[in-house]
């Protein structure tokens, strides 16, 4: 079974950055791809970025490209999602997963997710 933790979100301004966290624990990380979704208030959860397991290729929605990072660090079995020039529209819960590809888009893996942490970004 895995856990997952994120934590770093909170209430900044259009404009500001925000770096967040994933701790995964109980699989082997560097075993899987990993990802961030998000779920904007009304709104169904969505694909924001995925990493390839060693870190060597990653992807983004359209959206984001340009102003969010997503990294990893295998011996820390953490993830990370850097975030630039917030806007009021990246307002949402951010999940990490394990995620696979299949078809036309990114889906979690495992089945499974944290308790998300939340961005909110005022104008």
């Known amino acids: 079974q895995v856990q997952l933790v994120e934590s770093g979100g909170g209430l900044v301004q259009a404009g500001d950055s925000l770096r967040l966290s994933c701790v995964v624990s109980?699989?082997?990380?560097?075993?899987?791809?990993t990802g961030w979704f998000r779920q904007a208030p009304g709104k169904e959860r969505e694909f924001v970025a995925a990493?390839?397991?060693?870190?060597?290729?990653?992807y983004y929605t359209d959206s984001v490209k340009g102003r969010f990072t997503i990294s990893r660090d295998n011996a820390k079995n953490t993830m990370y999602l850097r975030m630039n020039s917030l806007k009021p529209e990246d307002t949402a819960v951010y999940y990490c997963?394990?995620?696979?590809?299949?078809?036309?888009?990114?889906?979690?893996?495992?089945?499974?997710w944290g308790q998300g942490t939340l961005v909110t970004v005022s104008s």
């Open positions: 997963a394990a995620v696979k590809f299949i078809g036309t888009s990114w889906h979690n893996a495992l089945d499974a």
């Open positions: 990493i390839t397991r060693g870190g060597g290729s990653t």
């Open positions: 109980g699989r082997t990380f560097s075993s899987y791809a």
